[in-house]
């Protein structure tokens, strides 16, 4: 029996990456996809990149939300993308916090970014290439987790992106460098894709 090969992820933080940030989001009128996100998604779709969300969501474990709304707030936002030809390949959120929280939810996890666990357990579930795949969010903490999974990485300027530019500058394994927008960092991922491994992580310049 031929196994198929390993295929790369984008792995994709949704505060501030995908939809506007907004402090502990729990309701579906509050979803709003950032500006370009639809065109940058779709040109990592075509490009044959599986799309997988990784969140944290510790409303859960502060018991401002459960994790029932959580799965409400991904099937709104899988409805509003597939309305525009887009399809998430899987949705992955840590519900805990360390210090915070009731029960099970207060918990050290390994699923809480920086922790890689929401990126390895993708990759275990869905055959991924991790050295081929790539990770975008808008915090430190977005890079790292994909970093210690063994991905390469892109900051956008949306969210909290601005604030978390200057400490990602220095040096972060794999990081390949910051972009205004989704669009942009599709492109670029796209343009380190081409490369061969492990990327030694020089400053690339998106649209250079
Ligand atoms: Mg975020
Ligand atoms: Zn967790």
Redesign the pocket.
Known sequence: MVKDPPRPAVFLDRDGALIEEVHYLSQVEQVQLLTNVVEGLRLLERSGFALVVVTNQAGVARGYFPETQVDVIHRHLEDELARHGISITAWKY???HPTEGEGAYR?D????KP?P?MLLEAARELNLDLPRSFMIGDKRSDLEAGSRAGCRSVLVRTGHGVAEEESVLPGLPGFLGVCDHMLEAARLVLLAGQRTLPSPSPWIRAGA
């Open positions: 840590c519900p805990h918990l996890c390994s699923c809480r922790a666990g």
